[in-house]
């Protein structure tokens, strides 16, 4: 009996010195096959700025959410639509509203789309002048167009500087 209790605090105990160390790679781990939704925002007004590669990504009127560090090809399509272009693949999100010097503006209303900010379901111990638990955030923008092709786009959020990172970009072919 003694020696059970000796083992179970000896794995209480590894186990704890893992999640402190380990707790944010694990969360980020979990969180590619399950998060919690937060706020879903129906949004169609999409801007950007910036000269091209990386730059900002303005959705709705409250969300700027950088590019970096996968930095897409934001442009123009040959009729005029402001369109993102990775892995050789190219979205259109709509015609563009007004061309503007540092602010390309369109309305993505016919690719339904779709914003959603999620939460990790996990919490982990954070360092810094205290110790606090942290919990991720994510923000989450999909548009399907009516050919079937899907941009999905996903941030991680650090809240403490109110900071973005893209760390997905995913253009679907449409389905045939």
Sequence with gaps: MRKL???LLLVI???SILWIFAGRQISEFVDRFATEVTILTPTSAVAYTGKGEGGTLIIG???????????PHIGLTKDNQLAIAFNGKVFAFGPLQSPGNDKLEADALDNAPSFRQRQSYLVFP???PFLHLTRPEYC???LTSRNGQQ???LWSINPANNS???????ISNPSR
């Design 5 to 7: 209790v000796i083992l």
């Design 13 to 15: 105990l590894g186990m």
């Design 61 to 71: 009127e409250h969300y700027q959410l950088s590019l970096a560090p996968l930095n």
């Design 126 to 128: 954070s360092f810094g």
């Design 140 to 142: 989450e923008y999909v």
């Design 151 to 153: 941009l999905t786009m």
């Design 164 to 170: 973005s990172k893209l760390i997905r970009v995913e």
